[in-house]
């Protein structure tokens, strides 16, 4: 299994109120609309992530697990891998239930949009903290 970590913060602006999207920004602001952001002022966007995870993760075998965690209080999503992801984006990571591809996809077919994270942890990134993602990746290509 192969992780990196990224380290952001909440705003007061985030709702997390989108059902088929979670995004991660290095934006330090947060808009209305932006309602499948759950953390922004990240350090890390697709394009900065270790370069092993990347490659692990463009392959359709691969399952991703992220855990998303706000002092005490954490939430998990898992979502896979695909061979046609780009991890180019210098500015965000998106997790995408559905299998669309841009340039900031981390993962397509999720377990969750940002509606279905715990809204304690919603309700403790809405008041500025600080907010800890880990990503891992598990790659299954040769054992299944």
Do not use: H, P, Q
């Given at each position: 299994m192969i992780c990196d970590k990224i380290i952001a913060r909440g705003h007061n602006m985030i709702t997390a109120r989108h059902k088929n999207t979670l995004e991660i920004t290095k934006d330090e602001y947060v808009t209305e609309r932006g309602t499948c952001i759950i953390a922004c002022s990240s350090d890390k966007a697709?394009?900065?992530?270790?370069?092993?995870?990347r490659e692990v993760i463009k392959d359709d075998l691969t399952v991703i697990i992220v855990k998303i965690r706000c002092?005490?209080?954490?939430?998990?999503?898992?979502?896979?891998?695909?061979?046609?992801?780009?991890?180019?984006?210098?500015?965000k990571i998106i997790?995408?239930?559905?299998?669309?591809?841009?340039?900031?996809t981390l993962c397509i077919e999720s377990n969750k949009g940002a509606a279905d994270l715990d809204r304690r942890l919603i309700n403790m990134i809405c008041m500025g903290e600080t907010v800890e993602i880990v990503i891992c990746a598990l790659p299954l290509r040769g054992i299944i």
């Open positions: 697709a394009s900065d992530l270790r370069g092993e995870l002092r005490d209080i954490s939430d998990i999503v898992l979502c896979r891998g695909s061979s046609n992801l780009k991890l180019s984006n210098n500015r997790i995408r239930r559905s299998r669309y591809i841009d340039d900031a």
